[in-house]
């Protein structure tokens, strides 16, 4: 509400999107953002399709994008909206494991990351901090990422699923949902053959010696970042 004495200047408003394919997260996040002040959602988007028109078109201030969209991976859509519109900042809100998830998301272009379970108590925190021009993680992240950087533990050996490329993480999670080969290259946009060699990559990075191997891991993979 605009202050009733004339000569106080009034506060700058944040625009904010929200892209997540879960119409009642979409509500819950827009309820809480919309009850602080400085801070109005702009726009939802359902899929990373109608995000990207949306972003052209409004240029909010912040977009919170989840990885998880039926039209296309998160951290390819982090990357679009960087190249797009470089004056939106990004906070990744994801269920998926911020170990895996939350270094990728910020190499992507994402100044911020924060796990869904706890996005009641911190977003408020995640969306300012990043507006404000910082990078929000949490402190474990962060810790790890300042071990990376002095030399510490952390890529030295880096093996099994942590090697992945995001493109390999993307095809083996599709694969985990039961998606053949023709299904996974046509939503990714690339060719079968490119897909084989990408799960051939998987298999080498993570010791499976065929493709059973290879479905029975990406299954049980994605129903442990599922919570199953």
């Known amino acids: 509400?605009?202050?009733?004495?004339?000569?106080?200047?009034?506060?700058?408003?944040?625009?904010?999107?929200l892209v997540d394919d879960h119409p009642i997260m979409r509500h819950g996040?827009?309820?809480?953002?919309?009850?602080?002040n400085g801070l109005d959602v702009c726009g939802e988007a359902g899929c990373a399709r109608e995000g990207l028109d949306m972003?052209?078109?409004?240029?909010?201030?912040?977009?919170?994008?989840?990885?998880?969209l039926p039209d296309k991976n998160g951290l390819e859509l982090v990357k679009d909206i960087c190249a797009m519109c470089p004056g939106t900042q990004i906070l990744v809100l994801s269920m998926h494991d911020e170990a895996l998830y939350a270094e990728r998301a910020l190499r992507a272009g994402a100044r911020g990351?924060?796990?869904?379970?706890?996005?009641?108590?911190?977003?408020?925190?995640?969306?300012?901090?990043?507006?404000?021009?910082?990078i929000f993680v949490s402190e474990a992240v962060a810790t790890r990422m300042m071990e990376?950087?002095?030399?510490?533990?952390?890529?030295?050996?880096?093996?099994?699923?942590?090697?992945?490329?995001?493109?390999?993480?993307?095809?083996?999670?599709?694969?985990?949902?039961?998606?053949?080969?023709?299904?996974?290259a046509q939503?990714?946009?690339?060719?079968?053959?490119?897909?084989?060699?990408?799960?051939?990559?998987?298999?080498?990075?993570?010791?499976?010696?065929?493709?059973?191997a290879l479905v029975r891991y990406a299954v049980q993979w994605v129903e442990q970042q599922s919570g199953v």
């Open 1 to 17: 509400m605009p202050s009733s004495d004339p000569l106080s200047p009034e506060i700058p408003v944040k625009t904010v999107l």
């Open 29 to 36: 996040l827009a309820q809480l953002v919309r009850m602080e």
């Open 55 to 68: 972003i052209e078109q409004l240029k909010p201030d912040l977009a919170i994008v989840d990885l998880t």
């Open 113 to 134: 990351y924060l796990m869904k379970e706890i996005a009641a108590e911190s977003l408020i925190t995640a969306v300012r901090k990043v507006l404000g021009g910082g």
């Open 148 to 184: 990376q950087a002095t030399g510490g533990r952390g890529r030295h050996g880096t093996a099994g699923i942590e090697s992945l490329t995001d493109r390999e993480l993307e095809v083996l999670e599709m694969i985990g949902t039961g998606k053949a080969t023709k299904n996974i």
């Open 187 to 212: 939503q990714m946009g690339i060719s079968t053959r490119t897909v084989e060699a990408h799960r051939a990559h998987i298999k080498q990075k993570l010791g499976l010696t065929d493709g059973g």
